[in-house]
Nanobody
Framework: QVQLVESGGGLVQPGGSLRLSCAAS????????MGWYRQAPGKERELVAR??????AYSDSVKGRFTISRDNAKNTVYLQMNSLKPEDTAVYYC???????????WGQGTQVTVSS
């Protein structure tokens, strides 16, 4: 079993920045698919950014603003969020999988609110 803990969410004004962290209970080297999802009230959960092995992919809505990264020594995946917009408001979840065709493991989520 893999345990994931997200942190770093909070309230920021439009144009601000946050860095989210996803700490795993063990080595992430064998977790070939790791990513960030988000879910806003009344909307379905959507993929924000992910690694497939070492290749990164981003949702069109966050390209150029968000960056996913990883620190294998700390067993942690990050999501740097810059130029935040109100539409980025959501609960952000970390997901880890050994294979892309599995559900994998989820963290508890961290709230990001972008508002003036």
């Amino acid at each position: 079993q893999v345990q994931l803990v997200e942190s770093g969410g909070g309230l920021v004004q439009p144009g601000g920045s946050l860095r989210l962290s996803c700490a795993a209970s063990g080595s992430i080297s064998s977790l070939n698919v790791m990513g960030w999802y988000r879910q806003a009230p009344g909307k379905e959960r959507e993929l924000v950014a992910r690694f497939i092995h070492s290749i990164t992919a981003y949702s069109d809505s966050v390209k150029g603003r968000f960056t996913i990264s990883r620190d294998n020594a700390k067993n942690t995946v990050y999501l740097q969020m810059n130029s935040l917009k109100p539409e980025d408001t959501a609960v952000y979840y970390c997901n880890a999988r050994y294979k892309i065709d599995t559900v994998g493991y989820w963290g508890q989520g961290t709230q990001v609110t972008v508002s003036s």
